[in-house]
């Protein structure tokens, strides 16, 4: 019986021992594989592919059941060679933390926030951290509020001893400005769209820059179908396009150079005002760096030729890339993190001969650069500034754009462009060749992706305008009410003075003010040119112009009893038998006394429109005026005004009822001989 169950409980044993081995070696197996997965992910983490890292940690994750999910994965960095796992399986909340890490990196920021909430809910106090990526990651897809609470959670609990405690306040400074921003008022007058038209390409199109006759250079990234397997197939490459009416690239096309480097990555590039000289950048990436430099390429039978390295610029070790020219040539700006400068990529500058070579370089200053990131230079020709990227002074999150002027050798401290030219996102690449900053510009921007720059069109519809004065009586100071002033724009705007002898107009876009006509019954009208005294801008959304106060002189009426007047028929400017005779004797008393001149006041009835009558006193005017010049007077001692109904010597209508007695004493020239 104890043989019996000794040989039963050895085979008992055996099989126990065998199943332990199969789980034991299952179990090494599994932890092997997964911890290459993870040592894979590691890797590309550390070359700087991000993308790549996110999709291996998922799969460590989330394996997929009975097959391999590596093998719808493509690697690019030569990541297979990686060495196989140690056999200790990886703690699953340290890989949640780098999956979330790489997809921020890689801008994937909803993808990103998930997982870094996943880690600080789990174990707060390991991934205190997490609260702080998770705010960043809520800024950059616009959800404020939450960024917010989240970020003040991380600076009340977990930011003592934390590196990212100096970050944390400085988000929080961001999230500040981008309240001030998008709640200003006058972000109503852009309108920001997307303005490429991806043909061709592989992924956006952005560094827009000009390249003569409505034609634009950009850089876009194309795959090349001829790179080996186990490496990134895809390139940047420079592309030429038309700016079509609509604000769009139309028909882009990649443009050809001689002998290219097609290992390399090129972009970033800037025409010579003469258009026979390319610049660029170059770069390749080593590891997870990238190394960079200028080359140039000249145009020779409509080709561009083979590139060279830019003289003077490059520095060896270091890295050189986004060139801008002046519109003149004569100087150009570009990006480098050379020593020499504040820290980080600064920009530079240098003078370019007429073949196109520049001299030395000279850092901007730090005024302009700071120890953070300033990229993307661009040199606006129609007001005089220079345009740039930067990610480390206030502003909405990521690369914002900045303006500064160069006033008297010094350059101005920087401003930010603002909402909505900036967004929460990186807004890099300015480039406008209008003489309007914000009309028709264009700017890089991976605000509506998840991963890549695209170009975006920005237009600021111009603010609205109004012109507001004052009209007095230039002998009495006394504001004239009533009056009617018009201004000339070509649109014939007419506006009546208040009881202050105020006036305004409203301006359209297009109108341009020129002169400001004012009249008023027994005044002389006057006409003079508008002039601003002051401009208020303070209202965002208008522009107040004063113009300077005017005055208008009264009228000398010539009093009947002076001299017999000229009467004429109804509506008629003929003159009449006895007014021929008042003219007669008029033309004597001249000719006697060449120092005499005379004045002529016209005046009508009360009948008719304020125009007409004006016009028919004129023709009234005209005829006392052409008899005596044409019996021998000069023209030069005779002059008139033309008053309409204005001034009648008895209402002739009083009650609305036309009275043709009265009327008859109104429809007159009365004539005064003044002596010198």
């Not at 610049?279 to 030729?305: I, N, P």
């Not at 700071?370 to 220079?386: D, I, M, N, S």
Request: glycine fraction near 6%; charge should be positive.
């Amino acid at each position: 019986m104890y043989c019996s169950f000794f040989n039963t409980s050895s085979k008992m044993l055996k099989r126990f021992a065998f199943a332990v081995f199969v789980l034991t070696f299952s179990v090494a197996a599994s932890a092997q594989t997964s911890s290459r997965l993870v040592n894979l992910a590691s890797k590309a983490y550390a070359e700087g592919d991000y993308f790549t890292a996110a999709k291996l940690y998922e799969q460590y994750l989330n394996p997929a059941s009975g097959n391999n999910k590596s093998k719808g994965l493509v690697l690019y960095n030569n990541l297979s060679t990686a060495k196989k796992g140690s056999g200790k399986r990886p703690d699953k909340l340290e890989v949640v933390f780098q999956l979330a890490q790489s997809y921020r990196l890689s801008y994937f920021y909803v993808q990103a926030a998930e997982h870094y909430k996943n880690c600080f809910e789990a174990n707060p106090a390991k991934f205190g951290d997490a609260y702080y990526w998770y705010a960043v990651c809520y800024r950059s897809i616009g959800n404020y509020k939450e960024a917010r609470n989240t970020l003040i959670t991380f600076l009340d609990k977990h930011a003592a001893g934390s590196a990212l405690k100096s970050a944390a306040e400085t988000e929080l400074q961001t999230l500040n400005f981008i309240q001030t921003q998008i709640s200003r008022p006058d972000t109503i007058l852009y309108k920001v769209k997307k303005a490429d038209q991806v043909i061709g390409v592989e992924k956006g199109v952005y560094a827009a820059t000009s390249a003569g006759d409505k034609k634009v250079i950009v850089t876009s990234t194309i795959k090349d179908p001829t790179v080996k397997k186990g490496k990134n197939p895809y390139r940047n490459r420079l592309f030429v396009a038309e700016e079509s009416s609509d604000n769009t690239f139309q028909g882009i096309e990649e443009l050809k150079i001689e002998s290219l480097d097609k290992d390399a990555n090129q972009g970033t590039a800037a025409v010579h005002p003469s258009g026979n000289i390319l610049y660029f950048t170059q770069w390749v990436k080593d590891q997870a760096k990238s190394k960079s430099a200028l080359y140039y390429s000249r145009l020779k039978d409509g080709k561009w030729m083979k590139p060279e390295l830019l003289p003077n610029i490059n520095q060896e070790g270091f890295n050189t890339k986004q060139p801008t020219l002046t519109s003149d040539g004569k100087t150009i700006y570009f990006t480098s993190d050379r020593p020499g400068g504040a820290g980080g990529f600064d920009i530079w500058s240098a003078s370019v001969d007429s073949n196109g070579i520049p001299s030395k370089a000279v850092n901007l200053g730090k005024v302009i650069n700071t120890p953070g990131e300033e990229q993307a230079p661009y040199f606006h020709q129609g007001r005089k500034v220079l345009i740039f990227a930067s990610n480390s002074r206030p502003g909405m999150g990521g690369f914002d754009l900045y303006v500064t002027s160069n006033e008297v050798a010094k350059w101005s401290e920087p401003q930010n462009l603002g909402y909505p030219v900036n967004s929460t996102r990186d807004d890099i690449y300015y480039y406008n060749s209008s003489e309007d900053l914000m009309r028709n510009a264009y700017l890089s921007s991976d605000r509506g992706s998840n991963c890549c720059l695209e170009t975006y069109n920005i237009q600021k519809l111009p603010k609205q305008r109004r012109i507001i004065g004052q009209l007095l009586d230039c002998k009495g100071s006394i504001p004239m009410a009533d009056a009617e002033v018009e201004l000339n724009t070509g649109s014939g705007n007419k506006v009546k003075t208040d009881e202050n002898g105020k006036f305004a107009f409203e301006l359209q876009e297009k109108d341009k003010p020129e002169d400001l006509v004012f009249s008023k019954d027994a005044y002389i009208a006057k006409t003079t040119a508008f002039k601003v005294s002051q401009v208020d801008d303070k209202d965002p959304l208008l522009d107040v112009w004063v113009n300077e106060t005017v005055c208008i002189d009264p009228v000398e009426v010539i009093k009947p009893e002076n001299i017999s007047p000229i009467y004429f028929d109804f509506d008629k400017a003929k003159l009449l038998k006895d007014g021929r005779k008042v003219l007669d004797s008029v033309y004597n008393i001249l000719a006697a006394n060449p120092t005499y001149s005379i004045k002529v006041d016209a005046h009508t009835d009360s009948k008719g429109s304020k125009e007409y009558n004006i016009k028919l006193s004129k023709r009234r005017a005209d005829a006392v005026v052409n008899y005596l010049v044409k019996k021998g007077i000069e023209a030069s001692r005779i002059t008139y005004e033309a008053f309409g109904k204005c001034c009648p010597v008895e209402e002739d209508m009083p009650g609305g009822v036309y009275n043709k007695e009265v009327a008859r004493k109104n429809r007159r020239a009365l004539v005064h001989i003044t002596k010198p």
